[in-house]
């Protein structure tokens, strides 16, 4: 048995776990219109199984408006 082909598919069933939990939170839903909401929704894909035991991530990003 590979070792290298066992750690794939626990990475693949781990972003499909963390791609349900983003999707159960509605952030497949809306659009992603700063890097806050773009870094929740990834990092929450990533997280994956954490998601199911109570971990919520979140991202806050300030982004230097333009002047005017």
């Excluded at 990475?11 to 983003?22: D, E, T």
């Amino acid at each position: 048995m590979r070792f290298g082909s066992i750690g794939g598919v626990i990475v693949l069933l781990w972003l499909i776990i963390g791609a349900i939990a983003a999707g159960q939170r509605g952030y497949f839903d809306r659009s992603n219109d700063n890097c806050a909401e773009v870094g929740t929704t990834l990092v929450t894909v990533v997280a994956g199984p954490l998601n199911y035991v109570g971990l919520n991530p979140e991202i806050e990003c300030d982004v230097p408006e333009p002047s005017q």
